[in-house]
């Protein structure tokens, strides 16, 4: 275990400096989606601007959703992009020399390719740090806790999907479109709570994507928004950890496609 | 002008044949559609002010800014950018025709065939389960067409400059990030520019932007009185012609200057 991930730092600092021999371009990366992303939150400020609140919800605890979901992406999206970009190892063959190495799919898939872009984490940290000094929650350790776990359960889910989404490939070798409809619109839809939408899109997004798990459903527990914490203070607090479980499901099928994989022979 | 429309169809039979990307294109569109439009109505739902455009009107926005996305000048062209890189531009310039011109045919072919496929399928859908309404009358329809011909015009125009900075700066790394974000955001793809704050109306309404999109649809909305519709007109137009005489002056003086790499 320890000698598989010192393997795997190994892998990503050579992909890091080779990265950074391209200083400019990493800049304009970074910056770019900064600046993306930035608008985009302004938009969301002139719609509040506008409108006052959403449903009851206030621009800051728009803002907590905002940096917990866009952060946890940002931290997926750099670190899964080997996964992300998993299907052109399938059209090119090239997939079939790792099977040929003593070690494990997932270490060399997940090592294989470290994304620079830093816009996106810069960005959210900046929203998050604005919410949380904004918003009116006496922290305590519990709920400095339960942050984290939605945090980290946001990572896992999103690292799951760009492990699912490379599982796909093995069947249909390029990278489904309709993939970025949960992965960047599942980033689209946390930004708000999950009671703005309809019934049905709110079942997708919590049973099949356990995405309120990780955002919503804690987050009530956090700003005490009484249609949420009449839930269950318990079942609320341990929502996070069905991040977790994405992840392992997702790594489960990986392993299953790894066995039925057929190479494209190219 | 003959050599102009082969170059136009030709471009335009190629770009047809990606089908599958056009399908793949339409789910993901119709899923971002549905998001937006259950955003919107939330805050539209969350006040009781009377707003500058209607709760109704703006689904149809949506779904208009869904089905013509591609519409925008939000890429370059890869196929110039190979060229430049690679240094096949060269074979460009033998051609006997404008280099401008056959970059701008180039440009309207990229633009419309791939959005043609996936809007018609995406306004079908939109139109019939969730709530974008047809143009109220020949009047609007009429006014929606010819803003967005205008809107064409100047996207076209506007890409053709982008593609022509590349032989500038042969990378065009800043361009390729940082104009989609600010085309998406001052066209009125984002939010419909009538619901920005007051003050950063104006200022937007003279940038050139607010003619891809918020010009025409709220042509086909029916809110772009006559007199609008004419300085609206006039805007698309000016901006057009800008970009035409500045894409054309730097692709005429860095051709000029050019460097052809390689041998």
Redesign the interface.
Known sequence: MQDTLALYFRLVSVCLRSKMQYR??FV??S???F??LA??F??IW??F????????WSLAEIGLFYGVTHGSFAVAEVIGRGFDTFSDMIKSGDFDRFLLRPRGTVLQVAGREFDGRLGRLAQSAVVFAWAIKSLPIAWDAGKVALLGAMFIGGVCLFYGLFVLQATMSFWTIET???M??VTY?GT??GQ?PLT???PW?RSIFTFVIPLACVNYLPAGLLFGHSAVSSMGTALLAISPVAGLLFLGLSLLSWQYGVKRYCSTGS | MKSYLAILSARFRVLLQYRM?AA??F??QL??G??RM??FQ??????S?A?PISRADVVTYIWLGQALLGFLPWNLDSDIRAMVRNGTVAYELLRPVDLYGAWYMRALAQRTAPTILRAIPLLLVAGLFFGMRPPANAHDLVCWIVTTLGAIAFSCAFTTLMNVTLVVTV?G??VA??M???V??LSGM??PIS???AW?IPIVNILPFRALVDTPFRAYLGQLPDREFAFALAHQLVWTIVCVIAGRAMLTRSVRRMVIQGG
Do not use: C, H, V
């Open positions: 400019a371009s304009l990366l910056a770019g989606q600046f993306s608008l985009e302004l938009a002139a719609l601007a506008r409108f006052g609140s959403l449903k009851g489904l479109e309709i970025n409809a619109g689209e839809t708000y703005i939408y309809k899109f | 990307a793949a294109g789910g993901t899923f971002w549905l998001i259950m955003i939330a805050f539209y739902d969350s006040s002010a707003q990378s790394e800043g990030r940082f989609p974000p600010l998406y955001t984002l939010i619901l920005l704050p950063l």
